[in-house]
């Protein structure tokens, strides 16, 4: 079985620019969430998706959105980019959104922002 | 508020040598606890996980980790390392109302020869 496949892996974007960037779940898995890493703050929790709704929302400013799909592939989107935003973004898929689920992770997109 | 705290930014260990990682939590009620392993480019896998029952947990890779209720710790343990095992290594906390995991700052395992 595949795993979670993040897409694109590298990306250098300007200040003030948009980015959206790609997430496909393991097959059947329903759950997908999202994380900012940085070497500052760490892993961050930014947003969860289950059957197309977001379920839960961390501390983010709202420059940070996200969807999911029918097929339960997510996209996150950062708009108004900040030099700050560079990072490593990771998304994570579970069967279902339950505490108890493991979350299977992606390779990650790293994002340079300039 | 929820928390993990891994007090060991770097850690140096021979190949061969026994390594523990500590992580304490900070949580209300029963967490669920969680060990990841990410190696240099990579996303994060996961060893080991807690939930209930057996407080000490086999994971992959030879590793094993004891929940400790009284010291709110959970502990990774591998009796020996190898030079492969070199990589930080995350605790982390979820809760039973959703999957939103909160992660520790990392350990950073280097293996010398």
């Known amino acids: 079985k595949a795993g979670v496949t993040q897409t694109p892996r590298y990306l250098i974007k300007t200040r003030g620019q948009q980015v959206t960037l790609s997430c496909s779940p393991i097959?059947?898995?329903?759950?997908v969430s999202w994380y900012q890493q940085t070497p500052g703050q760490g892993l961050q929790f930014l947003f969860e998706?289950?059957?197309?709704?977001?379920?839960n929302k961390g501390n983010f400013p709202g420059r940070f959105s996200g969807r999911q799909f029918s097929n339960s592939r997510s996209e996150m989107n950062v708009s108004t980019l900040e030099l700050g935003d560079s990072a490593l973004y990771l998304c994570?898929?579970?069967?279902?959104?339950?505490?108890?689920?493991?979350?299977?992770f992606g390779p990650g997109t790293r994002l340079l922002v300039l | 508020a929820q928390s993990v705290t891994q007090p060991d930014i770097h850690i140096t260990v021979s190949e061969g040598a026994s390594l523990e990682l500590r992580c304490n939590y900070s949580?209300?009620?029963?967490?669920?606890l969680f060990w990841y392993v990410q190696s240099p480019g990579q996303g994060l896998q996961l060893l080991l996980k807690?939930?209930?029952?057996?407080?000490l947990v086999q994971g992959i890779k030879g590793f094993e980790a004891e929940f400790k209720r009284s010291q709110s710790s959970f502990n990774l343990r591998k009796p020996s390392v190898h030079w492969s095992d070199a990589a930080e290594y995350f605790c982390?906390?979820?809760?039973?109302?959703?999957?939103?995991?909160?992660f520790g700052k990392g350990t950073t395992l280097s293996v010398s020869s």
């Open positions: 994570a898929s579970s069967l279902v959104p339950s505490g108890r689920e493991t979350q299977y």
């Open positions: 097959s059947g898995h329903r759950s």
């Open positions: 998706y289950f059957s197309e709704t977001q379920r």
């Open positions: 949580y209300g009620a029963t967490p669920y």
């Open positions: 807690y939930f209930s029952g057996d407080t």
């Open positions: 982390a906390v979820s809760s039973q109302a959703g999957t939103a995991l909160i």
